[in-house]
């Protein structure tokens, strides 16, 4: 993996912090899952949220909330323990992950077909980029929508793109985060491939060209509508829900 | 060298409870984390018994996923922070907040640059956070205590969005560098 474009900063506090939508969330987690640098970036994000916790002052809890809880564990089936050092389970907090290795170790099918779809996002479509629906906004355009919760009227959407196509040119009212999953686009910022992930705010126009002969596949979140600068992209705007 | 120790001791703790599933050690967790848990989500502006529900919900995973705590990747209120924040948003939106992990999806597998180069202990950041101007630290509290949305700050201040995310990168630059500066 030869990942150029990262997280910026303040968009990997939002995602440590939980207050970022479900949808950009979702395209962080998945740009999380492929690169290691910013993985460990985001741990060190979300040491400032054990710090808080730390600092808190406690709450009273229940007089019987151990109690129960203890019934609890008592009901619950024993869990086999992990080997030490069993490298699937070294991450933080890796629920996803963690019953991922489960069902790849008994389904040889998802090993082959894994490496197209970000675990956090094979959840919504499954493990391929193979069987989406996509629905077509113009010629070469085609668009699947996920049901994960935006902000402010955003979307949260895989985008498929052919050869040679460009996106309108636009800018943005908020935020937009926009994850490589296969083949590669070139925009005023620069060229983006697998893994590469397009962290914009508002500041910046552009407008995204396919440049491969293969189609682009991304995933894509906003958290406000986008600003087409063309007179055709403000009278098609209705029709493709951006 | 001190201070260093009581965050290191819970974190001893916890992976001891992975190996040993010893539940007296698991009680002691429990007193320790169980309040501050409870807090924190109370922060977040859940009510009373929700926050008492969720907080259950919290401990609960902290004992079930004993295992997949590292405890060199993190200490244990960090591990912990992020189940009570999953659990929390969980709950709020009613969908699965995307979580991330070492992945299947690498070609080639995880290299040593996977390995944190050490543990940020709370006490270290608390420190740090307390250094912060006012305004920064603000953007910090806004986001990590009342989970509010970068935009939501923006509204409340009645500062633009970039600025928002220009004290957050600042605050993160600093607490950083702070807290490398310190080892
Ligand atoms: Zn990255
Ligand atoms: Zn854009």
Redesign the interface.
Known sequence: MNIKHHLDEATLMSYAAGSMSQAMALVVACHLSMCTACRNRAHESEAIGGMLLDNLKPAPVGDDALAQVLACIDGLPELEAEPSGASLNTSLNNRASCEKAESFSSNNDQITSASSVPSPLDDYIGSSLEHIEWNRIVPGVHYHDLPCKTERGGVSRLLRIAPGKAMLPHSHDGNELTLILRGSFTDEVGRFTVGDIADLDNEIQHQPLVDSNEDCICLIATDAPLKFSTLLGKIVQPMTGF | MRQAEA?KRWSDRLSDL??T?D?AL??QL??H????????I??LGLVETT??EL??ET??AV???A??F?P???????????????Q??DWM?K?????????????????E??V?EQ??T??R??KV?SQLPEDQAQV??M?????????DISARLGVP??S???R??LA??K??MM?SDDV
């Open positions: 965050p992975a190996k599933k539940k698991y009680i429990f007193k984390f169980a309040p501050k848990v409870k807090a924190y109370i922060r926050a008492e907080m259950q401990m609960l004992w079930r996923k295992h997949l590292n060199s990747k993190a200490a244990a209120s960090t591990w912990i922070f992020t189940l009570a924040r999953n929390s948003i939106r969908q699965k907040y995307p979580e991330y992990g070492l992945e299947s999806w690498h070609e080639e597998p995880d290299d640059s996977d944190c543990v940020v709370s006490d950041m608390a956070i910090i509290y986001s990590f205590y009342e989970g509010r949305s970068h935009s969005l970039g928002v995310k220009s957050i990168r993160s630059g607490i950083k807290w």
